[in-house]
């Protein structure tokens, strides 16, 4: 009778078919290869800009490419061109860029022409912000503008989750992580059936534009850090330390964004606020050095690559101002994400520690470092981990990751993100 009532009861969900699922394959195909295909149109057109601006006019005109007068004068331009964009285009590129996340809000098409220039305008001009949140934006929007004209009895959120998975999975160039944000994002949700029926459509749109940037584009993450092997005693009190460091460092700028957010719309309006931020941003470039401008990715290659180059007080100024430039260019109005910078100043973090303390392996300081940081910033769990582990690619530090991410996680948890809701205020 005891062993009876222990018992548990079958499930009653019903379990989702073959056939209710095959239909969606196709959808997901076509999302996925033209989600990747549009971040790579707008990625490679920034780059195209970026080489005119930072490397073909300087030279005509006699000036250093990175010179501090040139990034100066290029971080203000590209505030009044941003500005300009915000301003003057139809659908000013959008809402406020402080209140929006990885979860893109479904825009009205005639936003969507003034975001895409805004964040290719960005992306080249050299503020520290990656292109994440407004692709996102844009590809979530034609998803579902399409989507739902084509299929008029398809329901508008699985379009939402086609278009999120479609162009996270081009973003790290592998559906793991899509998987990892859409089975986070469901937490707390009804799920009808087993979670990989509802992984199954969102995942095939991912592969896809994970495999489509992966042949028509580089991949986006490649250190070439000094092999790690067996970890031992001493790597996991250096994984502890430098996560929550890392943590702890995120969170100044989390409390600190809705301050710094507040002091630039005081100014009201976006060809004030914007040339400000740049102003702002040329300063810290001009502290920081050129390897704290854009969106990080090509930049942390360059100090993957010598992690004995710079000396610890160069690290942590790298790691202060980069971190600073994404507080402001966040604030300011410039369209664009929060990760791939966050990915730069873990970096610079992880080699900060190397070079104070050589016993820190660079993969371990590397890792440690993104995750606390990714943390801090994101607040999304799985993204963070996956992300800090992929940068290293090797079995041995996923261990460690996972449980540094422990203290890490209780430094961040409960605390506001860095994201604001349209009052101004912090969102938790």
Known sequence: ?????????????????????????????????AASLLLVGVSRAAEELQDVLWQNLPDALGVGGYSVLWMFVMLVATGIAVGLVV????????PDPATTGLEAPVLPPVVLPGLL???????????????????????????????????????????VALAEAATIGALFGTPVAAALVISEALTGRQVRGQLWDSLFAPLVAAGAGALTVSLVSRPS??????PFGRPGWADLLSSLAVASAGALLGLCAVYA?????????????????????????????????????????????????????????????MTVVKLAALLVAASCGFRGGRIFPAVFVGTALGLCAHALVP???????????????????????????????????SPGILALLCIASLPAWLLVTGRPLMQLRPDGTSAR
């Not at 548990?8 to 095959?22: I, V």
């Open 359 to 393: 016993g820190v392996h660079p993969a371990v300081g590397v890792s440690a470092g993104v995750l606390g940081v990714l943390l801090a910033i994101t607040r999304q769990g799985w993204v963070s981990l996956f992300v800090a582990a992929f940068l290293v690619a």
């Open 1 to 33: 009778m005891a062993q009876d009532s222990v018992q548990q009861e079958p499930s009653t969900a019903p379990a989702t078919r073959a056939r209710d699922l095959l239909p969606t394959v196709v959808p997901a195909l076509v999302v996925g290869v």
């Open 257 to 317: 964004f809705p301050y710094v957010h507040g002091a630039f719309r005081r100014l009201r309006h976006p060809l004030l606020m914007l040339p400000a931020g740049g102003v702002v941003l040329g300063a810290l470039a001009a502290l920081g050095g050129h390897l704290t401008l854009f969106k990080g990715l090509d930049e942390i290659t360059v100090l993957a690559a010598d992690p004995g180059g710079w000396s610890a007080g160069q690290f942590a100024t």
């Open 221 to 226: 993450f490649d250190l070439d850090l000094p």
């Open 117 to 159: 220039l805004a964040t290719a305008v960005m992306l080249a001009g050299g503020p520290s912000l990656g292109p994440e949140n407004p692709i996102i934006a844009v590809n979530v929007s034609l998803a579902v503008l399409l989507g739902t004209r084509a299929f008029p009895r398809t329901q508008e959120h699985g379009w």
């Open 87 to 94: 301003w003057k285009v139809p659908g000013h590129a959008g």
